[in-house]
């Protein structure tokens, strides 16, 4: 369900921005619009529907207009043109008193410094936004204090920031945004200043929480990998205008233009790209029944170590490996089946490239991906595999 509708947003910064919308309107880039009108176009028709329950990332290089698209959303910068509906409510149209309430109730924006206040312990600074929401007091503690324990700092609920290293200040901050219990968290690159250590640890804190919140999320950040960590999808903005929108593998795979593909040749594909999306279908599977001599045939042909035997329910027996194979036919065994050995690793749908990697150098037949109940969906060759790492198209007998 959509959550927030976003129509035309478009932020012109200067005294006369008529003339820059209608070259807008024409058409016109913002360098040009700048050239021409000496106006700023910041942000130029966006167009946005961000799902209930999303982790929606805005990503783009410095200037290119996140920090004023998130501003507009709760209307810390007005908008020039354009709509925000949320819940069905145009946020543009919101008197004073409505836009306030707004705030307190339904957006809650994290900054990329946190500022917390040095004066105040940090179950103070965590409760900061429920105070100005008219929360009393014992209430305000008591969900500082539940915000803190998400986050890991239950415990020093009354410590002061001073006392913490500049990640579990990040975490204050972050506690401070949940606390407020506010439907849509804004976060302008909030890890941005933060060391990658700790950065990589608040990523996956956010992550953690957002899959156990209802909460909608937009996230700013100009770093393409934590935009494909976090982020349910992506919006690729570019001098204001959105150039993409979709999720991190379609991105990857299918980059809207050269700009984007340059801006994703160098993000780490094992940490985006799954098992999903480079399996192919098996070459053949036998049933246990089938005879050990046809399957050792088939594979010296194929020049394959294995292959696997299925059930009727196309789950896997185990793998038929030719050493076994050999011994098998030499033994008089009739049913491939009895030949099978169990040792073999598996991966899911959602299996990042980069554990399959793991568990490819361990692994001399074709990787099988299953279902949750077992079933084989498709396998990834290893040749499949690093072709997929290395960015180089896969061939598609691979
Ligand atoms: N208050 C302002 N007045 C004039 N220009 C601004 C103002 N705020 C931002 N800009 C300009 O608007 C463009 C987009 O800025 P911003 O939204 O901060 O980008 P980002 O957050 O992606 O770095 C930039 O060119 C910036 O210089
Ligand atoms: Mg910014």
Same mark, same amino acid.
């Given at each position: 369900?959509?959550?927030?509708?976003?129509?035309?947003?478009?932020?012109?910064?200067?005294?006369?921005?008529?003339?820059?919308?209608?070259?807008?309107?024409?058409?016109?880039?913002?360098?040009?619009?700048?050239?021409?009108?000496?106006?700023?176009?910041?942000?130029?028709?966006?167009?946005?529907?961000?799902?209930?329950?999303?982790?929606?990332?805005?990503?783009?290089?410095?200037?290119?207009?996140?920090?004023?698209? #998130?501003?507009?959303?709760?209307?810390?910068?007005?908008?020039?043109?354009?709509?925000?509906?949320?819940?069905?409510?145009?946020?543009?149209?919101?008197?004073?008193?409505?836009?306030?309430?707004?705030?307190?109730?339904?957006?809650?924006?994290?900054?990329?410094?946190?500022?917390?206040?040095?004066?105040r312990t940090v179950g103070e600074n965590a409760a900061y936004g429920l105070k100005v929401q008219g929360v009393g007091e014992d209430e305000r503690r008591a969900r500082a204090?539940?915000?803190?324990?998400?986050?890991?700092?239950?415990?020093r609920v009354d410590a002061y920031p001073h006392e913490m290293s500049g990640g579990m200040q990040q975490r204050v901050g972050l506690a401070r945004g949940l606390a407020t219990?506010?439907?849509?968290?804004?976060?302008?690159?909030?890890?941005?200043?933060?060391?990658?250590?700790?950065?990589?640890?608040?990523?996956?804190?956010?992550?953690?929480?957002?899959?156990?919140?209802?909460?909608?999320?937009?996230?700013?950040?100009?770093?393409?990998?934590?935009?494909?960590?976090?982020?349910?999808? #992506?919006?690729?903005?570019?001098?204001?205008?959105?150039?993409?929108?979709?999720?991190?593998?379609?991105?990857?795979?299918?980059?809207?233009?050269?700009?984007?593909?340059?801006?994703?040749?160098?993000?780490?594909?094992?940490?985006?790209?799954?098992?999903?999306?480079?399996?192919?279908?098996?070459?053949?599977?036998?049933?246990?029944?089938?005879?050990?001599?046809?399957?050792?045939?088939?594979?010296?042909?194929?020049?394959?170590?294995?292959?696997?035997?299925?059930?009727?329910?196309?789950?896997?027996?185990?793998?038929?490996?030719?050493?076994?194979l050999v011994k098998g036919i030499r033994d008089g065994v009739t049913r491939v089946g009895d030949l099978v050995i169990e040792d073999y690793a598996s991966a899911g749908p959602?299996?990042?490239?980069?554990?399959?990697?793991?568990?490819?150098?361990?692994?001399?037949?074709?990787?099988?991906?299953?279902?949750?109940?077992?079933?084989?969906?498709?396998?990834?060759?290893?040749?499949?595999?690093?072709?997929?790492?290395?960015?180089?198209?896969?061939?598609?007998?691979?």
């Open positions: 369900m959509t959550k927030l509708r976003v129509r035309g947003l478009t932020k012109v910064f200067g005294s006369q921005p008529r003339r820059a919308l209608e070259l807008m309107e024409q058409g016109y880039q913002r360098p040009e619009i700048l050239e021409r009108t000496g106006q700023l176009l910041a942000v130029a028709d966006v167009d946005l529907d961000i799902d209930e329950g999303e982790l929606f990332v805005i990503m783009g290089l410095s200037g290119s207009g996140k920090s004023t698209v #998130i501003r507009m959303l709760n209307r810390l910068i007005e908008p020039t043109a354009g709509t925000i509906e949320l819940d069905g409510e145009y946020i543009d149209a919101l008197s004073p008193a409505g836009l306030r309430r707004m705030r307190q109730q339904k957006m809650s924006m994290v900054f990329q410094h946190f500022a917390l206040f040095p004066h204090i539940e915000a803190l324990e998400t986050v890991g700092l239950g415990d219990e506010a439907d849509i968290l804004l976060m302008d690159e909030p890890f941005s200043a933060l060391d990658p250590l700790i950065r990589r640890d608040m990523q996956d804190l956010l992550a953690e929480l957002q899959s156990g919140l209802d909460r909608t999320i937009v996230f700013i950040t100009h770093d393409l990998n934590e935009a494909m960590r976090l982020g349910d999808r #992506i919006c690729v903005l570019k001098d204001g205008r959105v150039v993409q929108v979709g999720t991190g593998p379609e991105i990857i795979d299918n980059p809207a233009n050269q700009y984007v593909e340059d801006f994703v040749s160098d993000v780490d594909r094992s940490r985006v790209l799954t098992a999903e999306q480079v399996m192919r279908a098996p070459r053949r599977t036998y049933r246990p029944s089938d005879s050990p001599r046809e399957v050792l045939e088939w594979l010296d042909e194929q020049e394959f170590n294995g292959v696997y035997v299925l059930d009727d329910q196309e789950r896997i027996l185990g793998v038929a490996r030719d050493d076994r959602d299996t990042l490239l980069s554990d399959l990697a793991a568990i490819a150098a361990h692994h001399t037949v074709p990787i099988p991906v299953l279902d949750r109940e077992g079933r084989l969906l498709g396998v990834v060759p290893r040749a499949r595999l690093l072709g997929a790492l290395s960015n180089e198209e896969v061939p598609a007998n691979a």
